[in-house]
Every structure is written in structure tokens, then in C-alpha cells.
């Protein structure tokens, strides 16, 4: 919007999809392109793949710092994903938010659900699927990164993964990048313009009908 | 989306603003720069304009046929604006919604409320202001066509039609036009992938779904 642009409270922007359907490069070139867009860095007890840094990527923790953040109730959502577990720290996001600032999060659907118990009206949830599940297969092999019992798994899981597609609020099936790029982006845009995230629009009007 | 898209049904765009803050250019642009986007033609008893087709920027008919119009409720929504009555024709939006094509509306509060009342879950709803009051003036004066009259009674009633900001889904302050316009573009695109609009994503999914 323009420099005149009223005050809105920020977005939890969520991007969800099956393993391998393409949501980390997706939720990573819109951060890239998207002013005002911070990312939502998750705790997490698995252990760091060797590009991975802490503090940016993930906070890597122990299993007792999870328990014990869970318990404090210091997560917006965590879950147990492939053994490990994942959280995201609730006192940061509260900051971008309060700031006007939008959060983007790269979570599956239990936490998903979670942040939307939480969070209704900041939340904008958005489904990627794939186009078929042969590129669902090639992309998650192509990897490499993962044994064969790991992608296997993966795969088998993509299926219940996707049945949860009706929880969100927006579905992108995910057969171009840059198209994929370009709808997130357009739902972005078009959310921060919702009558209803928009503070200060009643004075500001007030102010443009009292000059007459 | 993707040439994979599924099938939805199409939606009923609406862009209100009060007179010479810029709906109408914006309207014509969007239309210009988007595919399987429709103009809603209204029916209207003012005069045409030396610039005006029949059939083209309006249908251009009697009081007599507009009163026998209304009376067989074969408008979406009517409305008397300066001693003038429009209506929007229901059998032609209704073919487009159906065949998955949006319709644009460039109207007034007064239209946009009898619309949201035959066709909420259809309705996408865009309010412009102008930047200042100063910008308004201007353009009103701008057109060159009206009389002083005129542009003074626009002038007063732009103050009221500017009250009704709060009843639409989104709202764009006008300052430049083409982040206007790209904002009203994001808008379409974002509500063309609502998940409440896409129909055939069930059987999409369990496609996928049972190839596992």
C-alpha cells in the first residue's frame, strides 16, 4: 500500500503441505522477495544437517529444554514429528505481530492446529499439494539426503498428510515455482489489505470527511 | 494456478468508491490486464455520453423498460443515483459465475448492499479512498464534464458515500495507481484461491491419495 498506509496488527502467514511438496522453497523465496516478512524460527530437539546453523535455521535444544518449555507454555504450537520434536517460541512471533510486522511459518498441519486454537484472526493458512504424486516421489528422493526407509516413510505419511488440505485456507496445487511463488505472494499482499487487519482507518476517513 | 487447476465457481468483484477517487479507471485496468475477468454491463436511464456505446458502457433504456425491469426482479441490484437509475441484469452475471468466470462491478454502496444480499458467499468487496480530500477535488474538477453544480453536489455526497468503508472485505487507499491496481489484482488471485471457491479438490486429493 501507499506511504500513507494505516497501521495493521501483523499476519501469522502459515504454509503447510506434504513432505516434498515444495513449501520450504516456497516459504524461502517469498521471504526473499517480501518486505515486512520475518521467518518464524522453531526449537527443535533432531540434529542439525550440516547447513543448518542455530539461531537461524532452528534453535537445536535437548529434549528436557523441550519438556520444559512446553511446560511453561512458551511454544505457539509443538509437535513430535518423525521421532523428534518441534516448537515454536511464542514471545517472538508476539513481537513482529504487536510491530505490524508478518510472521511466516513452515509447519504441518498438527501445528497448524494448534497455532489457529490460538490465533484465529492473525492466522492465514495456505495448502500446497502436489501436481501428482510421481513428482511428490522425485522430489523427495531427490534429496539424497535421507536412507531409503526414511523417504519410504516420508511417503507413506504424504498420503494422511494430505487429506488434511480442507483446514486451510487457501490451496495452491504447486505444479510451476515461480507461479506458486507469485499466488503466495498475491494472498499475502491481499490479506494485509482486509478491511478487518487495518487500524486507524476510522480517523483516518473522519479526518478526510471533516475538510469538506 | 496451474493448467491443473480445478474447477470453482466464479466470483462477484466489486469495486466502490465515492465518485472521483479512481474506481472506474481502476476498473477498466484490471479488466484490461486480467484473463477471464467479465465487466458487469448496468442498465440506465441517464443519457449516454458522446464517448458512450449502448451495449458497450452501459444498455441505455427508458424509465418505462427500467420500472418493468424492476418489477420482474430481473436485477441483481438497482439504484437511483443524481436523478438516474442503474441495474445490474441477473441472467448475464449468472451465466459467468457459472461457467467459473469472475464478473467486475464498478458501483455504489447502495448497489453493493442489495448485492450482498442475494450473493454473499459470491461477493468479493474492494472500498478505494482517496489519499486526501485535496486529491478528490482535483479529479472532480478534472473531468471537465459536468457544471459546477454537479461537481459540488458529487463534492458533498462523496463525503457520505466515504462512511461506507466499513461494510467491504478489503479497502486500498488510492495514492498511486498502479500499486493500486496491482493490489486489486492480488486480491482477485488470492480470492481465486480460496478453498471454500475450488470445487473438484476432494477428488483431486484422493486421486493422488490412492496412487500410494
Given at each position: ?43 527443535t ?30 511454544f ?17 512471533v508476539?513481537k ?13 498441519w ?23 504424486i ?68 476510522v ?10
Amino acid at each position: 500500500m501507499s506511504p500513507i498506509s494505516v497501521k495493521r496488527r501483523g499476519i501469522m502467514f502459515v504454509l503447510s503441505s506434504p513432505s516434498g511438496a515444495g513449501k520450504t522453497t516456497v516459504a524461502q523465496e517469498v521471504l526473499k522477495q517480501e518486505k515486512n516478512l520475518n521467518i518464524s524460527v522453531s526449537c527443535t530437539t533432531r540434529k542439525a544437517r550440516p547447513s543448518e546453523r542455530d539461531g537461524i535455521d532452528y534453535y537445536f535444544i535437548s529434549e528436557n529444554q523441550y519438556k520444559e518449555k512446553v511446560n511453561e507454555g512458551e511454544f505457539l504450537e509443538h509437535a513430535e514429528v518423525f521421532g523428534n520434536y518441534y516448537g515454536t517460541p511464542k514471545f517472538v512471533v508476539e513481537k513482529y505481530l504487536d510491530a505490524g510486522q508478518d510472521v511466516i511459518f513452515d509447519i504441518d498441519w498438527q501445528g497448524t492446529q494448534q497455532l489457529a486454537e490460538n490465533a484465529r484472526d492473525d492466522l492465514v493458512s495456505i495448502f500446497i499439494l502436489p501436481p501428482s504424486i510421481e513428482v511428490l516421489e522425485k522430489r523427495l528422493i531427490g534429496r539424497n539426503q535421507d536412507t531409503d526407509e526414511v523417504v519410504n516413510r516420508r511417503m507413506s505419511k504424504a498420503s494422511d498428510e494430505m487429506s488434511h488440505w480442507p483446514e486451510y485456507d487457501y490451496v495452491i496445487i504447486n505444479e510451476n515455482l515461480e507461479e506458486t511463488i507469485f499466488d503466495v505472494r498475491s494472498i499475502l499482499n491481499a490479506e494485509r489489505l482486509k478491511r478487518l487487519r487495518l487500524k486507524g482507518l476510522v480517523s483516518f476517513v473522519n479526518k478526510l470527511r471533516s475538510k469538506q
